[in-house]
């Protein structure tokens, strides 16, 4: 689990970069956005702000030190690997990863017919997974920079991911980017049973052993399994249904 570090391109020039793109991400938004009806998803549109949304997670990353330091530290110590303990936490948190977003959290997801993509679907999930995951560590940053001990900045991490994760899917994520996946009885046993188990076991094993890389790909993980259960569909496919809608289950 360790390796060599990662070498990024200088801060100023990644920044720049991520800027252009999310300028051209949002030029071609505003270019489609007119051809699509109010209420109405649309899979172009989708990908445009996902996009922008990754760019402004990595430069926020970038700004505050987290990128550079995931990618310059090994995923383990190996005096971690020789740890019975950190192996039984880290079995744990890979254990509410796979269960929770590769077993439960589909069984309150449906695809609406959408098409299976068994590499495109996933792969936009680890991206979205591992973007949003630095920006969580972002989170996890600031606080700790308060000079807090581990317990608050844990605690405090996991209030503050957990009201933003659950405001900013309920009125925007679900809505404008993600297709229509919820099974509205669902919500609740999502955030019971996937979403708060992966912060607090994540967030204590963070807290612990400070392993920032493993966190970053836990979530990177997740999301990959819950793209794919969704059936994310690709940016070229014409698939649309009223944004944000949920179902029953029947």
Known sequence: MSGPAIMLPSQGVLIAGLLLLAFALALLH?????????GRYSPRLAWARAGIYFCACLIVATLSGVLPQVLATPLATAA?????RWWLLTGAATAVIVIGYGLIWPK????DGRASHPLLAPSYGLVWGLCQGL??????TLIAGTGLGQPWVAVLSYLAIGGYNGVWHRYYWDIQVSPPHNYSEWNSRKVLLCHTPNLLVCLSHLALHGNAGLFVLWQGVALAFSAWAMRFPPWWDDYQAEAGRERART
């Open 30 to 38: 505003r270019q489609q956005r007119p051809a699509v009806p109010a």
């Open 80 to 84: 971690q690997l020789a740890e019975p």
């Open 108 to 111: 309150g997801t449906f695809t």
């Open 135 to 140: 920006w969580f560590l972002t989170i996890w």
